[in-house]
Nanobody, 123 residues
């Protein structure tokens, strides 16, 4: 079965931390860029971060310096460490695989989306 399964979301207070995981199964993982996206209530889905195969990362300006993306190819798992969380980080968080070995920031170039994991940050 082809799927991405996100976990690790929850409710935290402003300034807190969470670590999200994304387990990939049923598709080729290692060669491709993996991305994290989020969608707040009533908002468009937005790119958060990506990790390419060597482990190089890039982040949206809104999370730069607070979030750290990583991957464990042996476990087919992607991670997102989120520190110094803010109420505006509240959203459903998704992982997906790029359709290419490159790392676009538009969601239209990603597939194998999971169901998401909810992150809620209270002030």
């Amino acid at each position: 079965q082809v799927q991405s399964v996100e976990s690790g979301g929850g409710s935290v207070q402003s300034g807190g931390s969470l670590r999200l995981s994304c387990a990939a199964s049923g598709y080729t993982y290692n060669q491709y860029c993996m991305g994290w996206f989020r969608q707040g209530l009533g908002k468009e889905r937005e790119w958060v971060a990506y990790v390419n195969n060597p482990g190089n990362t890039n982040y949206a300006d809104s999370v730069k310096g607070r979030f750290t993306a990583s991957r464990d190819n042996a476990k087919n798992t992607l991670y997102l460490q989120m520190d110094s969380l803010k109420p505006e980080d509240t959203a459903m968080y998704y992982c997906a695989r790029s359709s290419y070995t490159s790392c676009p920031t538009s969601s239209i170039y990603y597939k194998y989306w999971g169901q998401g994991t909810q992150v809620t940050v209270s002030s």
